[in-house]
């Protein structure tokens, strides 16, 4: 079966009553685990950036006191589910403040990591990765906020 596109959703939709709109975003709450977690944030947690960047923020301590240390195969891996979370709240919200703020928490928790990432060339370069894509982000950013952010940045590196 062929996905139809944005507009032809679009066009559908506007043509369906407000009780089979509901139904619809029932059935995708209950088919997918990302559509439900989309549509709390949508109607729960939207509203309030703040509470939810920090939310996550507590979110990504948690996921990194999880960690298996014991090999480095399981560090890097969870590692990468960490950040695979990280970059799905990102989607969520599609501000990239938030991205800023998500990203510069992640990066500062894998440094804060034990064993260090130093000793470890592919956590090293998810984080180089990550602080290159931060800065990126940052240049798109309002003059202020700028600022904040890199200082931010700085004291992470």
Do not use: W
């Amino acid at each position: 079966m062929k996905a139809a596109s944005i507009k032809e959703v679009k066009l559908e939709l506007s043509n369906r009553s407000k009780g089979e709109l509901l139904e619809l975003c029932l059935h995708l709450a209950k088919f997918k685990k990302e559509n439900k977690e989309l549509l709390t944030y949508l109607l729960y947690e939207a509203s309030d950036e703040q509470a939810y960047v920090e939310s996550v923020k507590r979110e990504i301590g948690e996921l990194f006191k999880q960690i298996n240390k014991r090999n480095n195969y399981f560090i890097k891996k969870s590692v990468r589910k960490i950040l695979a979370t990280i970059k799905k709240h990102i989607q969520y919200s599609k501000k990239k403040e938030t991205e800023v703020e998500l990203l510069l928490c992640f990066c500062s928790e894998l440094k804060k990591m034990r064993p260090s990432i130093n000793n470890y060339p592919v956590l090293t370069h998810i984080y180089n990765r990550q602080i290159e894509s931060i800065k990126k982000t940052i240049k798109s950013l309002h003059e202020d906020l700028q600022y904040d952010y890199e200082a931010e940045l700085n004291k992470i590196k």
